[in-house]
């Protein structure tokens, strides 16, 4: 890479991990939200 | 529907990169270190199309009172903060081999796209800072609102200044000012970034209309019918 | 609601002489920011020491910095007291359109914070070993540009007002829109002082403070209107 290369692979890294990122927090809310719209039904047929 | 994003983005992504870090050609002037374009461009291009979005879709809300533009604003934020956070760092890492600097407080494209990033901070607060949603989606709409104004600025303050950041080399009057070997690497990423962000925001969305709505029926049955 | 100036203006000078009389009666709403603006420009010269060119040097830089932050100071409590005794919802079913208000109160919170700073930093650049040709543009850059911040600052203050810990927050909101007038501000007078032509900077805060004007008075009102539902 031309003497680069450091500079050239640690945008590409970064870049990967920031996707990876969003893509696990997102992936995390949406089993959160899930999770808390189980326990809300349960809640619910308890109660009924 | 996410896949419809994930696959094609994969596969532009894949042949941008491939082809951005082997196959085009060195840079007369900048050597091997130009092939960070591949990722700092998209990031830059998309941080600032997801401000838009975000703008946007908190306009409409407001405007229209339409719940779901509220939830798209909402989930777009997060990831225009990453984008914008990509940006500056890709570019801080182009600049130091290219003009000796991690940054540069002078120049008007940095400060304004960091700005944009505190912007985008304030307004991810100011939604956490109000409990009530419907109250916090319209603030923090018109915050966004305002903060827009700073995303023209971005694109042309290197138009209008004498800044260390290159002039527009794809948009601009006579076509793209790049050699089509490694114009099309470019664009590939670009598109494939884009998608990328459809497949992360839909997803978002997703969860954040289904947290919205959790007390409907709907939501109920949906969920129940997915089985535990 | 269009058309009807005169009871706009009326409406608007109504909110200015009611909150100067206000101010009057309670000194410290305009003495505690520029106290806060006068120690915070002490606080470099103590952090860094007495040296006289660096003094020279960082001059307009430190004293646009305190005036920022003695403004974000006096912008939390634009709207409180209002909020706080009941004038705020006064002020949201008045016949005065709110956009007018609003830019009411901007007007207000200049008059007694910016205008105050301008007129007071002559004697803080002094410590600082400022030429007085070089105070002359400090003055004028700080007067165009806490116009900005006082019209920008109150949007941030009805984002915010009634909030739990606003403070923070509406600096957090406001600096972003600032740095620019601050960026201007600053390095303009750095320019006069090293012999530098400054009009592109003076132009800047006037285009700047124009921009502002045209749209943070909607904007407040819209912010308002939110905050109080």
């Not at chain 1, 995390?28 to 047929?45: M, P, S, T």
């Not at chain 3, 007002?161 to 509406?170: C, I, N, Q």
């Amino acid at each position: 890479m031309g003497g680069y290369g450091a500079y050239v692979w640690t945008c590409f890294a970064m870049t990967v991990v920031v996707f990876v990122i969003c893509e696990w927090r997102a992936r995390l809310r949406q089993r959160r939200v899930y999770r808390d719209i189980e326990v809300r039904i349960k809640a619910l047929g308890d109660t009924q | 529907m996410i896949p419809w994003f994930v696959v094609p983005g994969l596969f532009l992504v894949a042949y941008g990169a491939y082809a951005g870090l082997f196959v085009a050609p060195m840079d007369y002037q900048q050597g091997d270190a130009f092939r960070i374009i591949y990722v700092h461009v998209p990031s830059a291009y998309l941080s600032m199309m997801t401000y838009m979005i975000m703008a946007t879709s908190a306009g409409i809300g407001l405007i229209w009172r339409i719940k779901l533009a509220h939830a798209v604003a909402a989930a777009a934020a997060p990831i225009g903060a990453w984008f914008t956070f990509l940006a500056l760092a890709t570019g801080s890492i182009w600049g130091k081999p290219m003009w000796g600097t991690w940054w540069e407080w002078g120049d008007p494209r940095l400060t304004s796209e960091l700005i944009m990033l505190f912007l985008y901070f304030g307004y991810m607060a100011l939604r956490g800072a109000i409990d009530d949603t419907a109250k916090a989606d319209k603030s923090s709409a018109v915050l966004a609102l305002v903060g827009a104004v700073n995303v023209p600025i971005i694109h042309f303050s290197v138009e209008w200044w004498s800044s260390l950041h290159q002039g527009p080399t794809l948009v601009r009057k006579g076509g793209p000012a790049m050699d089509t070997a490694m114009l099309y690497p470019l664009l590939a990423m670009i598109l494939g970034f884009t998608f990328l962000f459809g497949a992360l925001l839909l997803r978002r969305v997703r969860a954040e209309v289904l947290y919205r709505e959790r007390r409907t029926r709907w939501v109920r049955e949906m969920i129940l019918s997915k089985g535990t | 609601m269009t058309g009807d100036a005169p009871a706009m203006l009326a409406g608007m000078l109504g909110v200015i002489r009611r909150d100067l009389l206000l101010a009057w009666k309670r000194p410290g709403d305009i003495l505690n920011p520029l106290f806060f603006f006068v120690m915070v420009a002490a606080l470099f010269p103590l952090a860094v020491g007495p040296s006289p060119e660096q003094l020279e040097f960082s001059g307009p830089a430190v004293l646009w910095v305190a005036a920022l932050l003695a403004m974000l100071l006096s912008l939390n409590s634009l709207f409180l007291s209002d909020f706080e005794d009941g004038s705020l919802d006064q002020m949201l079913v008045s016949p005065v359109p709110l956009p007018a208000l609003a830019l009411g109160k901007s007007i207000m919170h200049w008059l007694t914070s910016g205008l105050p700073l301008v007129l007071i930093s002559p004697v803080v650049a002094i410590t600082f070993r400022m030429p007085a040709s070089v105070t002359g543009f400090l003055m004028i850059t700080l007067l165009l540009g806490t116009i900005s911040l006082s019209l920008l600052g109150s949007i941030g203050a009805a984002l915010t007002v009634g909030l739990h810990r606003g403070t923070a927050l509406l600096s957090l909101l406001i600096l972003p829109l600032a740095m620019p007038v601050l960026i201007f501000g600053a390095r303009t007078v750095s320019l006069v002082a090293a012999g530098d032509g400054v009009a592109g900077g003076l132009y800047f805060l006037g285009a700047y403070a124009v921009l502002v004007l045209s749209f943070a008075p909607f904007a407040t009102a819209a912010a308002l209107r939110i905050s109080n539902e």
